[in-house]
């Protein structure tokens, strides 16, 4: 099975950036897509971000251009570089991991952006 841990969640002011970490460990194969994806009070948990093994990308609509989803192959890390911050994307933010017939998720970190 597949381990994933979050870090580098925290408080930033709006309009400042941070970069979420996904280490993934464990039967690290045949993993074929990654996301993040995030829920604030009172929304719906929602993806913001994934890609698929063939490295495609796809972004919720309120992060395009400000948010940006990557690997690390060697590390066996996924990312989420988050640019130009605002108020609204305060939420906690989990990665999860397709290996067929499994989906694993990580614990989440808190990103927590201030006025």
């Known amino acids: 099975q597949v381990q994933l841990v979050e870090s580098g969640g925290g408080l930033v002011q709006a309009g400042g950036s941070l970069r979420l970490s996904c280490a993934a460990s464990?039967?690290?194969?045949?993993?074929?897509?990654m996301g993040w994806y995030r829920q604030a009070p009172g929304k719906q948990r929602e993806l913001v971000a994934s890609?698929?093994?063939?490295?495609?990308?796809n972004y919720a609509d309120s992060v395009k251009g400000r948010f940006t989803i990557s690997r690390d192959n060697a590390k066996n890390t996924l990312y989420l570089q988050m640019n130009s911050l605002k108020s609204e994307d305060t939420a906690v933010y989990s990665c999860?991991?397709?290996?067929?017939?499994?989906?694993?998720w990580g614990q989440g970190t808190q990103v927590t952006v201030s006025s």
């Open positions: 464990g039967s690290i194969v045949s993993i074929s897509y």
């Open positions: 890609i698929t093994s063939g490295g495609n990308t």
């Open positions: 999860a991991a397709r290996q067929t017939p499994y989906v694993y």
